[in-house]
């Protein structure tokens, strides 16, 4: 857009939508750091809305902590939860399969 061409209204715009990311990198900032993590900070950091967040712990389907009715999250919890079931990947597959058929006495 031509800065020529804005008007008062978009200009705002832009700098609320500037304002918003520079909040959300200051927040990512902080997250880095911290070894607990709120139920918003552990949105941002997962990248799941607050609905999703909220009905993971209720459903107690995410490792979290509560004390004077406050959530919390454990990073390093949250980091070992996201990576469980990991998935083999195709090279990984055909290993196993190799040397499930050597050790059964089959060549491919």
Same mark, same amino acid.
């Given at each position: 857009?031509?800065? @020529? !061409?804005?008007?008062? =209204?978009?200009? %705002?715009?832009?700098? @609320? *939508?500037?304002? %918003?990311?520079?909040?959300?990198?200051?927040?990512? %900032? =902080?997250?880095?750091?911290?070894?607990?993590? =709120?139920?918003? @900070?552990? %949105?941002?950091? =997962?990248?799941?809305?607050?609905? $999703?967040?909220?009905?993971?712990? /209720?459903?107690?389907?995410?490792? #979290? #902590?509560?004390? !004077? /009715?406050?959530? #919390?999250?454990?990073? @390093?919890?949250?980091?070992?939860?996201?990576?469980?079931?990991?998935?083999?990947?195709? *090279?990984?597959?055909?290993?196993?399969?190799? /040397? #499930?058929?050597? !050790? $059964?006495?089959?060549?491919?």
């Amino acid at each position: 857009m031509n800065p @020529e !061409n804005q008007t008062p =209204t978009t200009a %705002a715009i832009t700098l @609320e *939508d500037l304002a %918003a990311k520079l909040d959300e990198l200051k927040a990512l %900032a =902080t997250i880095g750091v911290k070894k607990v993590l =709120t139920m918003k @900070e552990a %949105a941002i950091y =997962t990248g799941w809305s607050l609905p $999703r967040m909220y009905a993971m712990t /209720s459903g107690r389907l995410i490792p #979290y #902590y509560k004390k !004077n /009715s406050k959530v #919390y999250f454990n990073k @390093e919890e949250l980091d070992a939860w996201m990576l469980q079931r990991k998935m083999r990947t195709k *090279d990984e597959l055909e290993a196993d399969a190799e /040397s #499930y058929c050597f !050790n $059964r006495g089959r060549v491919f």
